[in-house]
């Protein structure tokens, strides 16, 4: 549901399998442990550069990407368009180290390897369970268990999250009761802690009413301004046209990567959503 990632201790670190090891390894000291000292803001860092590099993804004898080769620059809003099965997700989960794959996907940082978050398009639960918005936020933010309650180390960062995305009132109230989009909220808001150098972003508005669009708009702004790598899927092309810095079209393959005006035209979107994905004989 989410990741929050820091990777090894080297400048340039290829990403794949290891990424979600390498934390599991990792035990707290305590349940009431201090956050990390990036966890005290919510824009922070500058983020890293993100190459794939002939990256290919096979699933019994279908070609579910096929030597996708493109780069995400440091600090920018990157959107990755294309149809539904074209492999954006799975592009995703290869990245999260959900995935085997062939070919190389690496991260450049600037200095020290920072923390990776990600907010998936939507949240499976069951809907009857008792758990609060904060209860949520506790069990995807901090170490202490969440029927412990909010952590004092975590409750000013995650009170925070939730009023930068209009979510403070309803702190108590079920999240089984919440609407799509303002459980799309919640999602927005554990996605700032601690905060990250890279977001990976899964559809975030595919569930957003008009506010929440707003709210999701000035985050990602915020995020720009902040110097925070955002790849960020969305079938929103106009939305994509405004707010992105850079748009790749994928359908199993890299059909365009250039700027959103460069990238949006009828002609390359017409070969973008009509080309028919490959397959191995």
Known sequence: MTVKETLPDESTAPVGAGLLANASDQTPSSLDETPPSRASSLLQGVGPTLDFADVCLTLGRTTILDKVNFQVRPGSVHALVGPNGGGKSSLIKTLLGQMPHQGRLS?????????IGYV???LEFDRGLPMT???????MCQR??????????YA??????????????KRKRRMGALSGGERQRVLLAQGLIPAPQLLVLDEPMSALDEAGIQVFERLLGDWRAAGITVLWIEHDLEAVKRLADHVTG???RVLFDA????????ERLLSLFSTQPRSLA
Do not use: C, Y
């Not at 995650?158 to 209009?166: F, K, N, P």
């Open 133 to 139: 918005v904060d209860d949520f936020m506790a069990a």
């Open 120 to 122: 998936p398009q939507a």
């Open 259 to 266: 700027t959103p005006q460069q990238a949006l035209t009828p």
């Open 156 to 169: 000013g960062a995650i009170g925070e999250a939730l009023e930068r995305v209009g979510m403070q009132d």
């Open 250 to 252: 994928l359908n199993r």
């Open 107 to 115: 991260l450049q940082w600037p200095g020290e390897p920072g923390t």
């Open 144 to 153: 202490r268990p969440a029927f412990l309650g909010l952590s004092k180390h």
